[in-house]
């Protein structure tokens, strides 16, 4: 038996010399799969088997909503070698939601932490920065962000993070500052990172103008960057 899940597929056969054929080829599919209730009563008894994972927890190519009762089956796909990347992805995607929404927020915390969300793909990694915000893990999130940069995430939950590292952080940091810019460069952003280009941005005559035309409009002392801008002229 070639085991087969889902309805969508296609059946090759190949002989010795590498021929392959579809339609000229006799063959029967049988419909092995346990439903209803004697699937219930054999859950607990399965363990982690992928194909009963993907049984259960995938309808062609759509993924079933995530439940109590086969959440430890989504682990299964989200961390299995044998599963798309694209698949793993909306796995991902819909355990932070699910989790977040039931507030199980130490069982959130582990999943945020293992290291396989940062090989998916930026969608995913943007919405793990988002939950460990929301989850108040701001130096993680600052780490995560100068590891694998800063696509897909929100603009309000950049600001929230530099805030808090410029709390403590005053030298020059190029990420902080390449953060810093790209912040401002999206029109929302506060004293302490103006105050933060003001001491230390580098740029075009137009761009350090903006910088000092914002930081003039919240009372801020612009005098640094006058004198860069001067220089450039």
């Known amino acids: 038996y070639v085991p087969l899940y889902g309805q969508e597929y296609t059946i090759f056969f190949e002989d010795v010399s590498g021929n392959r054929y579809q339609s000229s080829i006799t063959y029967a599919v049988e419909k092995i799969a346990i439903s209803g209730k004697l699937l219930k009563e054999i859950e607990t008894m399965v363990g982690d088997v ?4 993907i049984h259960t927890c995938v309808n062609g190519k759509e993924l079933h909503p995530v439940t109590d009762d086969n959440l430890q089956r989504f ?8 599963i798309r990347n694209s698949y793993k992805d909306a796995i991902a995607l819909n355990l932070i939601q699910f989790l977040y929404e039931k507030d199980r927020i130490e069982e959130l915390d582990r999943l945020l932490q293992n290291d396989a969300l940062s090989q998916r ?3 995913v990694r943007a919405e793990v920065i988002k939950h460990l915000v929301l989850l108040g893990k701001m130096e993680q999130a600052y780490h995560r962000i100068c590891a694998h940069g800063k696509e897909k995430i929100d603009n309000k939950t950049l600001l929230r993070v530099c805030n808090f590292v410029l709390q403590d952080k005053e030298e020059f940091d190029p990420q902080l500052l390449a953060l810093a810019i790209h912040i401002f460069r999206q029109g929302k952003y506060s ?3 103006l105050e933060y280009l003001v001491k230390y941005f580098e740029g075009s005559a137009k761009e350090l103008r903006n910088i000092w035309k914002a930081a003039k409009e919240m009372e801020l002392d612009n005098w640094l960057l006058g004198e860069r801008i001067l220089v450039q002229i």
Do not use: I, R
Request: no cysteine; aromatic share 16%.
């Open 191 to 193: 004293e302490k990172v």
């Open 75 to 82: 682990y299964t796909l989200l961390f299995s070698d044998e």
């Open 50 to 53: 992928l194909g009963f994972a």
């Open 121 to 123: 793909s930026e969608n």
